[in-house]
């Protein structure tokens, strides 16, 4: 519904410098691998699981919704599922808050993101292992979902930080 498109506490332009280019370009390639990025009317801000639009950004939606044959309380650009947004402990669910959630996830995995330039392939690679815990849809993710290439997830990676 249109409504449900503008849903102004989810305007990715609420997003903008949350985080450095680097982590950004990162971000940018989960929300893409998630299958969110430019969803919604919002870059993904405002969708739920199985491409579930929703209204606002206030907090997360604490709302499951199936699709596909599934269940999930996934939500956001980086599809955090309630529990997971819980523990972060983070204030409302807007497009800064969720980059950051996003990135204390990276972080919680013992990712660390070079600031001053993009990833080597190797770094790549070891990040996405360690990553594809938290987010199904990346290369070498246990869970069995569908899941992007890593020919795929490096290219659109190296597009947006600049390899």
């Known amino acids: 519904a249109t409504q449900d498109l503008s849903a102004p506490s989810c305007a990715p332009g ?12 990162v971000l940018d390639t989960i929300a893409y691998t998630e299958g969110t990025a430019g ?16 209204r ?17 309380s996934a939500a956001g650009r980086y599809q955090f ?14 497009p800064a808050e969720q980059d950051r959630g996003a990135m204390d996830l990276v972080e919680r995995r013992g990712v660390k993101i070079p600031e001053g330039r ?13 990553m594809s815990y938290e987010w199904a849809s990346l290369p ?22 600049g390899c």
């Open 14 to 25: 609420l997003a903008r410098d949350a985080v450095p280019r680097m982590h950004r370009a």
């Open 39 to 54: 969803t919604c009317g919002q870059d993904g801000y405002n969708t739920g699981y199985a491409y579930h639009c929703f």
């Open 81 to 94: 599922l309630t529990k997971t947004w819980r523990s972060l402990d983070r204030d409302g669910f807007g």
């Open 118 to 130: 993009p990833m080597t392939s190797t770094e790549f690679v070891n990040a996405l292992k360690k």
């Open 56 to 72: 606002t950004c206030s907090s997360h939606p604490d709302h499951v919704w199936s699709g596909g044959g599934y269940s999930s």
């Open 140 to 161: 070498y993710s246990p869970y069995g979902q569908p899941r992007r290439s890593l020919a795929q997830t490096r290219g659109r990676y190296c597009d947006l930080a």
